[in-house]
């Protein structure tokens, strides 16, 4: 079966410190990538997505991820953290087809202290 | 743009009563909304896609019967947790796909919370 797994459970950084998410599927065929994130009681928001082109692909607040298609891996880094970035971040596939269901990860919850 | 709603936000109720959570785009249309519980400290786990003017697709274990979806609309679907006990307390999200959007990119609700006494 389809699965998507974050290696991390939790992670607390300090500011300005760089970030690194991982996040792997399993998947043999084509897929769409998201990376998700939801702030303290505020509803998921997507930062990111890659569909196809440059596998390095941008989002907001200074987010970025990279596919490496050999790898399965869609890790999510930003290079300086904010505080303001405290939030659980959900690695998302969705594998086309008909029903465009998304399969979510379990999350990493970031905590960056002052 | 690409706001998705959902009421209410909260419900306590008793168990053995049923409960309706209503999930709206506001600003698009959505052929396709799709149904997550997220229990705490977990992920979302898709329950049921719901297609506007056909029946529901469940995901394996969700129970058709127990948790009705109806998409009447291009901007509504609804979840009604029937005969809703004690083990259903959880968070309920819906999303939406806006029509002719890209593949796979959904627009989130900001989740009911069930707890059920």
């Known amino acids: 079966a389809q699965s998507v797994s974050q290696h991390n459970h939790h992670v607390i950084l300090s500011e300005a410190a760089s970030l690194e998410l991982g996040c792997n599927y399993s998947?043999?065929?084509?897929?769409?990538l998201f990376w998700y994130v939801q702030y303290p009681g505020q509803h998921l928001q997507l930062l990111l997505k890659y569909f196809s082109g440059d596998p390095l692909v941008k989002g907001i607040k200074g987010f970025e991820a990279e596919f490496i298609k050999s790898k399965f891996s869609f890790n999510l880094r930003k290079p300086s953290v904010q505080w303001s970035d405290t939030a659980e971040y959900f690695c998302?596939?969705?594998?086309?087809?008909?029903?465009?269901?998304?399969?979510f990860g379990t999350g990493t919850l970031l905590a960056v202290q002052p | 743009g690409a706001v998705v709603s959902q009421h209410p936000s909260w419900v306590i109720c008793k168990s053995g009563t049923s409960v309706k959570i209503e999930c709206r785009s506001l600003d698009f249309q959505a052929t396709t909304m799709f149904w997550y519980r997220q229990f705490p400290k977990q992920s979302l786990m898709l329950m049921a896609t719901?297609?506007?003017?056909?029946?529901?697709?469940?995901e394996q274990g969700v129970e058709k019967d127990k948790f009705l979806i109806n998409h009447a609309s291009l901007t509504l679907s609804t979840l009604t947790v029937t005969s809703a006990h004690p083990e259903d307390s959880s968070f309920y999200i819906c999303?939406?796909?806006?029509?002719?959007?890209?593949?796979?990119?959904?627009?989130f609700g900001p989740g009911t919370r069930l707890l059920v006494l």
């Open positions: 999303s939406a796909r806006a029509s002719g959007g890209p593949s796979g990119t959904q627009y």
């Open positions: 998947y043999g065929g084509t897929v769409n």
């Open positions: 719901s297609n506007e003017g056909s029946k529901a697709t469940y």
């Open positions: 998302a596939v969705n594998l086309g087809g008909a029903t465009n269901k998304l399969i």
